[in-house]
């Protein structure tokens, strides 16, 4: 396995290099201008809205500036692949104002995130090549950009317990989520409104239109793996969603989500998550079903010879080829004690393809609401027909008198994929290490290590064995 030197790891837990500070202190007098303006920019809104009322909007407003390093070595246990390597400096600036007054309430949010490249990771395209770039930064003649960000608008309203967002959207439900696994967050254009008007319930619903990938500052179409090569994918503009959260009791929550993305599929979601207290420590059980199928053009031939199509069909001579045709049902068991806890848990998979969800033009980072996918850097475990065994164990310091300190691991080990041979199977272990200062003037700094490795024989294009180390540091400042 590839490790970063340690005068790398140092510079990491700095935040940056002496080289680029100088660069960083003006990028950041600039975010401080371009604050101002946002808060100039909120101000006149509230006002224009509803003059004298805007008062709330300011008052209640919120503001946040995280500071985020980066680093990532991915090392592919082949001799016919460089290492993947880069590192960087990214700021993100999340402001949040209040509401108009009156029974309809106005609002607005800004999102701004920009990104510095500390380390470049070579080129690609070269046969010495010893380390090339990854998915962190976007790339031009096979070079990573110096810098790049983008700015986020958000318009809100608010009637009694029911919000209304249109704009950037963050979303987080179980058949979308939002990709923030590296410098900066994936977002998505669109409308979403939560409602809490029912005791207990929690309703979202949306509509998505585009998404911006977490290393490019360029909005792109939605689609999954299988349709979304960039020179000839077929995309859409349509994902349509719906998710209701239920605790009839306090240690009990049930979910069921609905999903569709235009000419794809259509995806049900259920889910029930429920604890249970011992005399001696607490069980956590965590059950999950999927039921996913084809629509629109994938649904038929002629649209999947269009190119809607779906990984993970092997059979060439299947009239089905290429059709989501996929069932995910999984249980994840989470026994706690002491600040210990072991976990065990399963996932299976039925259909004729892999599991489906959105991957916009290019992207190939999905995170996807399975229990394979909560931990894992470098493996999924959702190709058709696999079957998947997890065990892990976590620890919290804090039992030892060091709080902030956290320590898990997990194993993963999939079989049965449907491939060339029906004998595909891939193996994973994660572990990841954390801090989080808990006071003083440093309150909030954190410091994640993960490290990953994963191996398997499935023919998929993205199935090379690699070992990976990420080395995280967050720190966020409250502006207002």
Not at 334 to 345: Q, R
Not at 381 to 386: D, I, L, M, R, T
Request: proline letters at 3%; charged letters at 20%.
């Amino acid at each position: 396995m590839v490790q970063a030197s340690p005068d790398l790891y140092s510079a990491t837990i700095s935040f940056v290099s002496l080289k680029q500070l100088h660069n960083i202190k003006r990028k950041l007098s600039l975010m401080n201008k371009s604050f101002s303006t946002l808060s100039i920019i909120a101000g006149t809104f509230g006002q224009f809205l509803c003059g004298q009322a805007s008062a709330e909007f300011l008052k209640d407003s919120k503001a946040a500036l995280t500071l985020r390093n980066f680093y990532i070595n991915q090392d592919p246990r082949t001799i016919d692949r460089p290492r993947v390597e880069q590192w960087g400096q990214g700021f993100i600036l999340d402001y949040k104002s209040g509401y108009t007054e009156g029974p309809v309430g106005f609002g607005l949010n800004l999102l701004g995130t920009y990104a510095i490249r500390l380390d470049d990771g070579g080129r690609t395209g070269k046969s010495d090549l010893k380390r090339m770039p990854g998915e962190t930064f976007p790339q031009s003649n096979g070079k990573s950009v110096n810098e790049f960000g983008r700015l986020g608008v958000t318009a809100k309203m608010r009637y009694s317990a029911t919000e209304l967002q249109a704009g950037t959207i963050l979303p987080k439900v179980p058949v979308v989520t939002y990709n923030d696994g590296r410098l900066l967050p994936q977002t998505f254009e669109g409308v979403q409104i939560t409602s809490k008007e029912v005791d207990n319930v929690l309703i979202t619903a949306g509509r998505l239109e585009r998404s911006t990938e977490r290393n490019s500052s360029n909005s792109d179409s939605l689609s999954i793996m299988g349709s979304n090569n960039r020179q000839t994918g077929k995309f859409s503009n349509q994902f349509y969603y719906t998710a209701i959260e239920y605790k009839p009791v306090k240690n009990l929550q049930l979910q069921y989500n609905f999903g569709k993305l235009q000419d794809f599929y259509k995806q049900n979601f259920f889910g029930l998550i429920h604890d249970l207290q011992f005399p001696v420590g607490s069980l956590k059980t965590d059950l999950r079903y999927f039921h996913n199928e084809a629509t629109g053009k994938n649904a038929s031939r002629s649209g999947r010879a269009e190119g809607y199509r779906s990984n993970g069909h092997w059979n060439t001579g299947d009239p089905d080829r290429y059709k989501v045709d996929n069932k995910l049902w999984s249980a994840q068991f989470i026994y706690s004690l002491s600040g210990h806890s072991l976990k065990a848990g399963y996932q299976k998979v039925t259909g004729k393809s892999d599991f489906p969800s959105i991957a916009p033009d290019g992207g190939t980072g999905r995170p996807t609401y399975v229990i394979t996918r909560s931990n894992t850097q470098a493996a999924q475990f959702f190709s058709a027909g696999e079957k998947t065994w997890l065990v892990g164990y976590g620890y919290d310091f804090a039992k030892l008198g060091l709080p902030g300190l956290k320590f898990d691991t997990t194993y993963y080990k999939g079989s049965n994929i449907k491939d060339v041979g029906n004998d595909a199977r891939e193996w994973a272990r994660d572990i990841n290490l954390s801090y989080q200062v808990q006071n003083g003037m440093l309150k909030g700094l954190g410091v994640v290590w993960r490290n990953g490795i994963w191996r398997g024989n499935d023919s998929s294009a993205f199935a090379v064995d690699r070992d990976e180390n990420r080395v995280i540091v967050n720190y966020t400042l409250n502006l207002l």
